[in-house]
């Protein structure tokens, strides 16, 4: 129903009805003075409809979007291709309109999604249990985090390589600000961890070690190995992977992680200024009671009908708070319709045809970038679609020659928390870009 205003005698009406005079006579009793603005605002004149059409069509020619510039830009959010289907099938009104559902008679077409997704998810790490979404990626490493704590009921330690996304280290920093959990941070300056300090880091206290892979960097971590020191002191392993990397690497199901998260940005959702995105949360069978958030199973009605039932639903309104499993309210069921969508599509050859892409077209990239005076790869280690290069002028500058060529890189590594140098940037590669704008970013550094 489109919004109607309230006339004049409407107004007054409802005034009269709670006992109050005017407007002004409610925000005097309901607003403290301090608060209250006592002049007008200094509003320009109205405008026709024509001339508001005119000034906002002007306002939004000055915006530029991923069409408009090739976009290098990497760290967690990244411009792949999202075929037109995604839209056309998460654009339906029964989708697009359609809340979380807590009655599951009621919510079977949302729950039958949901469970495609989970089942989608689980075929794509190799995990045993996935739930039906997260925000986004940070918190669902710090829900992991969490998990990891109540699985091993060791509250006192968390290890953390310094090679996650800041981020996504902060977000976890943020989560415990009220508990008395340390939090060990292990260096990562040669661009991927140390085993051997990361085995002397770990102790019989630690509940779990969190790796990313590949990590902030780009790099690709020793991530079997560092599963198996977690496991030999009685610790989860907790890897935040990149979905679309699996076409081509090792699913964490395949090298022991307990719990496997990650930004599902990559599957069929686009940039949309930072948000909002789609957390994956997944583990073994033998933690699902402490996985966050809700789970679908698939069952038979009275009748022997396929139906869908919120198997596992751990949230403080539906069981005791103690008990409750997470505090997060709202699935991003929406979000996660377009990863079904994304993932149904493309298929298994689908997906490893885009991963050989990306990781083709990086290596290119970056064998062309490093024959350029004054650039280097930052790091001799294996990388998926995105790596750190470090440039003499610094990244700023090297940022603003290929803004001032229509193509954006970044971000530096110092902006984000990652490293202190001031010369290292990340240039990210995806099936999106062609050789043709890859050739113009090395010449525009070039220059």
């Known amino acids: 129903m489109s919004y109607l205003f309230s006339t004049a005698s409407e107004q007054r009406d409802m005034l009269a009805t709670i006992g109050v005079d005017s407007i002004d006579a409610i925000i005097a009793d309901q607003i403290p003075e301090s608060l209250q603005l006592r002049r007008d605002l200094e509003l320009p004149p109205p405008l026709t409809e024509l ?105 006192e330690r968390i290890v953390l390589l310094g090679s996650v996304n800041p981020e996504y ?15 060990v941070t292990i ?91 789609l957390g994956v949360i997944t583990c073994r069978n033998e933690f699902v009671r402490q996985m966050p958030g809700r789970l679908i199973g698939e069952t038979t009605d009275r009748e022997g009908r396929r139906c869908f039932v919120l198997t596992i639903q751990a949230r403080e309104q539906h069981i005791r708070r103690e008990k409750a499993t997470s505090n997060i309210c709202t699935n991003q069921g929406l979000l996660a319709l377009r990863a079904t ?25 970056a064998t062309q970038l490093a024959q350029v005076p004054g650039v280097e790869v930052a790091f001799d280690r294996p990388f998926f679609k995105e790596f750190t290069i470090r440039v003499a002028g610094g990244a700023a500058l090297a940022m603003q020659k290929a803004r001032a060529a229509g193509l954006d890189i970044g971000p530096g590594l110092k902006a984000i928390g990652a490293c202190a140098c001031d010369d290292a940037l990340l240039v990210a590669v995806t099936e999106c870009r062609t050789q043709a704008e890859i050739d113009k970013l090395v010449a525009a550094l070039r220059a």
């Open 341 to 365: 969508v994304y993932l149904s599509l493309l298929g298994p050859q689908g997906i490893r045809e885009v991963a050989e892409l990306c990781c083709r077209k990086a290596h290119y990239a």
């Open 169 to 183: 280290r902060e977000v976890v920093r943020t989560y415990l600000g009220c508990k008395e959990t340390e939090v």
């Open 187 to 277: 260096p990562t300056p040669q661009g991927t961890a140390n085993l051997e300090q990361v085995q002397a880091a770990l102790n019989d206290s630690t509940a779990c070690l969190v790796i990313q892979q590949p990590n902030v960097f780009g790099c690709l971590e020793h991530v079997e190995q560092l599963c198996h020191l977690a496991r030999q002191v009685g610790a989860l392993s907790i890897v935040s992977f990149d979905p679309l990397s699996l076409g081509i690497l090792k699913r964490p199901g395949d090298y022991g992680a307990d719990i496997a998260v990650a930004e599902g940005q990559s599957l069929g959702i686009p940039m949309q200024f930072g948000g909002p995105y």
């Open 51 to 155: 001339e508001l059409e005119q000034l906002i069509s002007s306002l939004a020619g000055q915006n530029t979007g991923r069409r408009d510039r090739a976009c290098f830009l990497g760290g967690g959010v990244y411009d792949h291709f999202v075929p037109a289907a995604v839209d056309a099938i998460v654009g339906r009104s029964e989708f697009y309109t359609a809340y979380t559902p807590y009655q599951a008679e009621a919510s079977q077409g949302s729950l039958q999604a949901f469970f495609e997704y989970q089942s989608l998810i689980c075929e794509l790490t190799g995990m045993d249990v996935s739930n039906a979404s997260l925000y986004e990626g940070g918190t669902a490493v710090s829900e992991a985090v969490f998990m990891a704590m109540r699985a091993t009921k060791r509250h």
